[in-house]
């Protein structure tokens, strides 16, 4: 796998930064002494600019180049996820109830790694933005980076990012032109009825049968409502109600997920849904309110700039090891808020078999760091070489 040497030589040092971030995993918005172990190794580096403090701790560093160009923006995540770590590595988690468990750790080692090498070699025109972004988990951080005037501020023109994928070969890079991923919404129903005894269901307006029903009919938006030349998820992910066997209870909750790739699938569930509510609710004599969270839109890559990544990731891992027409993914990632504003690529590197992400066993494969850095770093140099070079 023909990898940068110069990356190549500091594969070490990429591995010890990897680790200590997984050891010290911080969640959401509130990734202070990550932001600040980043932009350390950043004014090491030497790169020209550090600005930190964007959506509470971002941040996005400048290298300049040789000459007059354009803006290139890549892009890292930096949060970790709030849920236990059972890989018993002598690296795990030391915070307990949190957990590097999708890699994030690793996106920004491979960002720093590309870091590195930019601000040593400089062979590209214009200059490059650096971004490390929390909150990638929920909470929408790459939009509050781009409300905040990132993409204006930086003169961005286009953007690149990379996902670490297990059970994907190792070094094999894999996106699509178009959607890639999901829209993410979700949805809070909560039920109230009256309540009583067990053994007089006919004194109360039962909330458990209105929910049981609520759930099933739920399920018809996707087999008798939608387009099935489109992709559509609608799952029902909890129901809450009761507290004892013989106890009718007063009130029931449902939630869960819609996963839509337009705006129209999207708008015909949110009207199908509030029908629903309101048939159970004259059907079963029960309150029904419903609240409809709009989340991630779908994100969408540049068909141009999917082309010129995939030649830039056939360079290091060979025509053979990518994959340009991957299927849709029906997660989320809220880089689509960059995308929104301009043109640009999402790519998954493989990291060969393992646990998959949101695992409790998982771990990001340090092989991959200097594989990814490569491919930031070569992007920029193919994107904005050298004027007259």
Not at 77 to 90: F, Y
Not at 304 to 316: C, P, R, W
Request: contains cysteine.
């Amino acid at each position: 796998m023909p990898i940068v040497n110069r990356i190549a030589e500091f594969s070490k040092d990429m591995q010890a930064w990897r680790r200590y971030l997984h050891e010290n995993p911080e969640l959401g918005f509130e990734c202070h002494e990550t932001a600040k172990f980043v932009a350390e190794r950043l004014r090491e580096f030497g790169v020209d600019e550090v600005h930190e403090g964007i959506a509470t701790t971002g941040l996005v560093a400048i290298i300049n180049g040789q000459g007059d160009g354009p803006t290139i923006g890549l892009r890292a995540d930096m949060d970790a996820l709030p849920m236990p770590e059972e890989t018993g590595l002598e690296y795990a988690s030391k915070v307990e109830g949190r957990m590097h468990a999708c890699g994030h750790d690793g996106h920004t080692t491979m960002l720093l790694g590309a870091a590195r090498y930019l601000a040593e070699t400089r062979n590209f025109s214009g200059r490059v933005a650096l971004i490390f972004q929390p909150a990638e988990e929920g909470g929408g951080g790459g939009e509050v980076m781009c409300d905040e005037g990132m993409i204006e501020r930086f003169e961005i023109r286009e953007a690149y990012a990379l996902h670490n994928m297990p059970d994907i070969p190792l070094g094999m890079f894999v996106t699509t032109a178009g959607p890639m991923s999901a829209a993410v919404d979700d949805f809070e129903i909560n039920i109230k009825g009256t309540g009583g005894h067990g053994a007089y269901p006919q004194e109360t307006a039962d909330p458990v049968v209105a929910v049981v029903a609520l759930a099933q009919a739920i399920q018809t938006i996707v087999s008798r409502n939608h387009d099935t030349n489109k992709e559509l998820v609608v799952s029902v992910t909890q129901i809450h109600t009761g507290s004892a066997d013989n106890i009718i209870p007063e009130t029931a909750f449902a939630g869960g997920t819609v996963r839509t790739f337009d705006e129209d699938t999207q708008n015909m569930v949110k009207k199908r849904l509030r029908e629903i509510c309101r048939g159970i609710a004259e059907s079963y004599n029960v309150d029904v309110d419903l609240k409809y969270n709009t989340g991630y839109p779908a994100m969408v890559n540049d068909a141009e700039k999917v082309t010129l990544a995939a030649s830039v990731a056939a360079d290091i891992s060979g025509k053979d090891m990518v994959e340009a027409d991957h299927q849709k993914e029906m997660g989320a990632e809220d880089f689509s808020y960059i995308l929104q504003r301009v043109p640009g690529a999402y790519l998954m590197l493989g990291q060969g078999e393992g646990p998959s992400v949101h695992n409790t066993g998982y771990d990001f494969n340090d092989e991959i760091s200097p594989i990814g850095a490569s491919f930031f770093a070569r992007m920029v140099e193919t994107r904005q070489p050298v004027k007259g070079a």
